[in-house]
């Protein structure tokens, strides 16, 4: 993965700070996701948010070390991304549209900073790990 500015990973962990990187934060954004199209509802059917929850609070702070090319981070995210490909998954790489944007209006009603530059901070920091995930599809 592409190296992020330090800046940029700043921004992002402080808005994530922000926003608390709790349960009910990212429990949202798993509802605004699911919303956002059947196929992705279909997809949570029989998933369980809190074992969800967790794996993706470690995989923001892995996208962080991956950025500073921690081998272990990356080893770990190479193992998130063969998961999510379509010999299991299936995650289709249009699915992470649709999870960007449900991310940032669930940033957009926690992080009480939330604004234009907010909004760009976190495409910046995911769009690395967004394109990774979507070259092992």
């Known amino acids: 993965m592409d190296r992020l500015d330090e800046e940029t990973v700043e921004q992002f962990h402080d808005s994530l700070d922000r926003c ?5 934060f990212l429990g949202r954004f798993y ?3 699911s919303a956002s199209s059947p196929e992705v509802a279909a997809r949570f059917t029989d998933t369980n948010f809190k074992t969800q929850i967790r794996a993706l609070k470690t995989s ?12 272990e981070a ?14 299991q ?20 009603e926690f992080d009480p900073q939330f604004d234009h530059h907010i909004e760009q901070v976190w495409r910046r920091f995911m769009q690395p790990a967004i394109e990774f995930m979507s070259s092992r599809y």
């Open 74 to 87: 990356s080893d770990y995210l190479e193992r998130i991304a063969m998961r999510h490909n379509h010999q």
């Open 60 to 71: 923001f702070y892995m996208a962080m070390l991956a950025s500073d090319k921690d081998s």
């Open 31 to 33: 509802q605004i996701f």
């Open 89 to 108: 998954l299936d995650i289709k790489p249009e699915f992470y549209t649709l999870w960007m944007d449900s991310m940032i209006v669930a940033v957009s």
């Open 20 to 24: 608390g990187s709790t349960s009910k």
